[in-house]
């Protein structure tokens, strides 16, 4: 019987176990933390996502500001609102909601972040630790991954993982933490010679390519632990869309130990683990140990 990984359940708990820390923390050192995000446009999509992101981080007893910026905004404009949230002690986490307009360097904006706050991982120097297994900051989605699999499977040791997609928001990352847990892992892409075979071997696939439903039943081990991190819409023949994965539900389900669906997988754990680097860095940036 496999067993359907229940993110949104998993992040609510996520969530309510940061809300009480959060509370001791108020309590006992009088420091809430607090999440700025900056917003860069009208692109829908950000827009749902940044209202979802300050509505459960006001829900967590944190401190949530949003800076909502035209997209004619100039990048010295835009480096000049992340330098006054660098040096404003009551803001613990900053957020560039990506992507940002084509005349804005992203990764200039990204670097410009004090790396101590920057909640998403994606500075170099944040990059930088988390590939050689130093103390850091873990990009979300990797971040609740890997959570996951921890708490399904126990210990990941010895494991063989494969990581389909090399992207350096989530495939990169992915692989890391996955070395760090001393999994076997292999990085697979679009030129990868065989690419099912290569999956067949592994005990644990998280799928990130951005292709829907590319991974099929007969891809995958019998037993082995799938993590879908695609998000993709797609055309029902009635002319309806849905949000399927990067891999096929219907059969690799019958085949695998345990799977995450989509939507209701990684998704809701991104927000969380966003909510969990800031309560992080808030502690961090104070000089107290995170709430027990």
């Known amino acids: 019987m496999t067993t359907i990984i229940d993110g949104k359940a998993f992040s609510a708990n996520l969530r309510g176990e940061l809300a009480r820390r959060v509370g001791i923390l108020k309590q006992n050192h009088s420091v809430t933390p607090g999440l700025a995000v900056v917003l860069v446009g009208e692109d829908p999509a950000s827009q749902v996502y940044v209202r979802s992101k300050g509505k459960q981080t006001a ?15 100039s990048q010295e404009e835009v480096l000049k609102l992340i330098e006054a949230l660098n040096n404003d002690p009551s803001i613990h986490g900053i957020l560039v909601q990506l992507p940002l307009p084509k005349h804005i360097h992203e990764e200039s904006v990204i670097n410009s972040i004090n790396i101590d706050k920057d909640v998403d991982g994606f500075h170099l120097s944040n990059v930088g630790r988390l590939s050689i297994g130093a103390d850091g900051i873990v990009p979300c989605t990797p971040l609740g991954s890997i959570m996951m699999l921890k708490d399904h499977l126990g210990s990941l040791s010895g494991l063989k993982a494969i990581v389909l997609g090399r992207s350096n928001i989530v495939g990169k990352p992915m692989a890391a933490l996955l070395l760090q847990e001393s999994c076997t892992v292999t990085i697979a892409h679009s030129r990868t010679k065989d690419l099912a075979a290569e999956c067949r071997e592994a005990d644990i696939v998280v799928a990130a390519v951005g292709r829907p439903e590319m991974v099929k039943g007969d891809w995958i081990k019998p037993g082995a632990t799938v993590i879908d991190v695609g998000i993709n819409r797609i055309q029902n023949t009635d002319g309806s869309t849905k949000l399927v994965g990067d891999v096929e539900f219907s ?23 966003l909510l969990h680097n800031t309560l992080q860095q808030a502690c961090r940036l104070n000089g107290v140990d995170v709430p027990e």
């Open 59 to 73: 829900e967590a007893g944190m401190k949530s500001v949003e800076h909502k910026l035209d997209a004619a905004t």
């Open 251 to 273: 059969s690799v389900s019958l085949v695998a130990g345990a799977i995450t669906p989509v939507p209701g997988g990684v998704g809701p754990m991104t927000i969380a683990c």
